[in-house]
């Protein structure tokens, strides 16, 4: 076939696309218009009505005498397919509150008989708002014909409603979406892209063309930019009423590193642990309390490099958003560029869309969706402990063989030892990583010529290591008179970190099941998946606070993931050297987890970055290998499965930006988050 006609039919195949994506929002979304065109529309008014626990105000409005009021339409027997209703009701001001939001619950009177009584029935429960058209058509189908119209209005906010219509059997216009359209004809985009006889599966992954790498500029871009008008469309991420390193800024900037000072009688509570009733507005509560002083215990490296020049910059503090942002944008391309390496020097078989569905999988399935959706200084320090992990590997790989490229020996270890300045728990790669530098350093040893080179390699890779080390001890010392105090035991929390009277094993095996087997729950509505980032309290001989578990587990919603448990099917041959590395991954999740556990006794989602990129880059060396070794590739039927599941996935886990554990978007933007929800509930 030449490359006109492969070109032709290209384009031509893309226009389908659009023109079916086009004729499924006309003729599915849009199936109430049609059905609606020959419906007798009546006004409200011209049926007599009963208004209960409310009365009418002067201008026509409907004050509430409770929570709800009930509204009843009396019918002469007619069939009734649908109900406009067009209310307003007061914004509210409380940040987990949704705005301008009236619950509807629908009764109706019809021929059905319930025990030989024709009783009113609940049919539909609808979330109305008034800049929202969508949400005003309420449909559905009366059992022959209704005697009774029955309206539950229960405004979320004041006790004020204003009517602006309502209509029976109201003719619905066309309410065309663009977003839906554009989804529709990228979903069909994808399943196109990675189909078995496509081009991203014949190229590979070190040579992808310029169609290559503009599906990876467009999914980078793409990803970066609608995370950052969801975040910018969201005010509670901007609410900064808990900020330490921008304190901390600030206070450099003074020449101190102390952010606040204790009255006597505060400071006489140091060493202490706080009860609910002792938090009050005399106390900087998580921070570390200190000969009454008030530390940031959090590592200092992410105030230095975008706090401090932030604030310089803009005199202004830097909410942590911004910053969280900021990581992701320089992270992804980190996790891009270690997989990368990986597989140009161990599966250079590798198809390009093999390693993109692979790339996706890591980004996504590691929880970031989840922590950008609640962007919090708590996450700081752990995704750029994680981002400095994910390029030091990267650099130190990059670097073997060993002496022959000394700087990027320096920079790998610099980012591995700066990572103790962020959160210290994530040295552990380094104790992974570096006996495979040593390795080959003792390789270079033993040749003469290039002795002096590895002499020169191993400076470079020692002296970050001892500088952190010496900066950070001094750190300490200047805060805590100790070079080996981070200040975690003067934390002023009510969480009993310093407390050992608990039941370790209970909560180790309680973090394990929420943070790797956690069932998820779907649900009918807009964002489908139920999050259930639960609160709960335990009591033992100290209290423990067990709160916002994950919304659902790593191998859940991951089938990535489900093949570290297939190591013992696969033939001895192909998984040579593989069960060593999937078991030190799981030593080091079983690490995480017990420590994160016996230490914060707290259970919540950012921990779960410490080892979830770990699981998902050995599961993908696994499926690298899998194909590396695997004579005769995989037959169409394996891709296609291969693909669905993982783009199911990637969706899932793009949903669960909505249902995160805080600030969420339906009470930081209702008008925006219900925009999204009718997109998708047009019936």
């Avoid at 007619?78 to 067009?86: P, Q, T």
């Avoid at 808990?242 to 400071?267: D, H, K």
């Avoid at 604030?311 to 958003?321: E, F, H, S, V």
């Avoid at 970055?609 to 194909?627: G, K, Q």
Wanted: proline share 4%; glycine share 4%; hydrophobic share 50%.
């Amino acid at each position: 076939m030449s490359k006109e006609i492969r070109n032709k039919r290209t384009y031509t195949i893309h226009i389908f696309f659009l023109i079916f994506a086009l004729v499924v929002e006309i003729f599915v979304c849009n199936i109430r218009t049609f059905q609606s065109m020959f419906y007798k529309e009546r006004d409200i008014l011209e049926y007599p009505v009963q208004i209960d626990n409310a009365h009418l105000l002067s201008n026509g409005d409907l004050e509430l005498d409770g929570d709800s009021a009930f509204i009843s339409i009396i019918i002469d027997d007619e069939k009734i397919h649908n109900i406009y209703i067009d209310v307003e009701t007061e914004c509210a001001v409380a940040p987990d509150t949704e705005k301008g939001v009236c619950d509807l619950t629908l009764y109706v009177q019809d021929e059905l008989v319930s025990g030989g009584v024709s009783k009113p029935r609940s049919v539909v429960k609808r979330k109305l708002l008034n800049s929202i058209e969508s949400s005003h058509y309420v449909f559905f189908e009366s059992f022959g014909n209704a005697k009774l119209i029955q309206l539950e209005l229960h405004p979320q906010n004041g006790k004020v409603v204003h009517f602006n219509s309502i209509k029976l059997n109201a003719r619905r216009p066309m309410l065309f979406s663009f977003i839906r359209v554009l989804f529709f004809v990228l979903l069909m985009e994808s399943f196109y892209l990675f189909r078995p006889a496509s081009w991203a599966w014949q190229r590979n992954a070190f040579s992808p063309g310029k169609m290559g790498h503009a599906v990876l500029m467009f999914l980078y871009l793409g990803f970066i930019l609608t995370v950052f008008f969801f975040m910018s469309s969201n005010p509670l991420m901007w609410q900064e009423d808990f900020n330490p390193y921008a304190e901390l800024a600030r206070a450099v900037t003074e020449g101190r590193l102390y952010v606040g000072e204790a009255s006597q009688e505060i400071a006489a509570l140091e060493g202490q642990l706080l009860s609910w009733g002792k938090i009050d507005e005399r106390v900087m509560f998580d921070y570390a309390l200190y000969h009454g002083k008030y530390y940031v215990y959090f590592g200092i490296f992410p105030m230095l490099v975008m706090y401090l020049p932030y604030l310089l910059a803009t005199g202004r503090d830097m909410p942590d958003a911004v910053a969280m942002l900021g990581i992701v944008v320089i992270l992804i391309p980190g996790i891009y560029a270690l997989l990368r390496e990986m597989i140009r020097r161990l599966f250079v078989k590798t198809p390009f869309a093999l390693m993109l569905i692979l790339t996706v999988t890591i980004i996504l399935g590691s929880g970031i969706p989840i922590l950008l959706s609640g962007p919090q200084v708590y996450s700081v320090a752990i995704l750029f402990g994680v981002l400095l992990t994910v390029w030091g590997i990267f650099l130190l790989t990059k670097a073997l063989p060993f002496a022959e490229h000394p700087w990027l020996l320096l920079f790998g270890s610099s980012c591995m030892a700066l990572v103790a300045a962020c959160r210290p728990t994530l040295l552990l790669y380094s104790l992974i990583v570096i006996p495979y530098v040593f390795i080959s350093y003792r390789a270079y040893m033993q040749d003469v010529a290039k002795r002096r080179k590895a002499w020169v390699s191993m400076v470079a890779l020692i002296v970050p290591y001892a500088t952190v080390a010496f900066c950070l001890m001094y750190y300490n010392w200047l805060r805590f008179e100790s070079p080996f105090q981070f200040g975690m035991i003067y934390n002023m929390t009510n969480i009993p970190s310093r407390s050992t009277a608990i039941d370790v094993p209970e909560m180790v095996v309680l973090a394990a099941f929420e943070y790797l087997f956690k069932p998820i729950e779907y649900d009918h509505l807009f964002p489908f998946i139920l999050g259930h980032y639960d609160e709960c309290i335990k009591e033992y001989s100290g209290t423990i606070y067990y709160y916002r578990t994950q919304g659902f587990g790593l191998f859940a919603v991951n089938p990535v993931l489900w093949i570290l448990f297939a190591i013992p099917f696969i033939p001895a041959k192909k998984r040579k050297g593989l069960t060593t590395l999937v078991l030190v991954t799981l030593a080091v999740a079983a690490f995480y987890i017990c420590f994160d556990t016996y230490i914060t006794q707290w259970i919540t989602t950012r921990y779960s970055l410490e080892f979830s990129l770990l699981m998902f880059f050995v599961a993908d060396l696994l499926w690298l290998t899998i194909w590396e070794r695997s004579e005769a590739g995989w037959n169409s039927t394996v891709i296609w499965l291969f693909v669905s599941v993982n783009i199911v996935s990637a969706l899932i886990n793009l949903l669960a930006f909505f249902s995160g554990p805080s600030y969420q978007l339906k009470f930081g933007n209702t008008e925006l988050f219900y925009n999204i929800f009718y997109l998708w509930h047009f019936l």
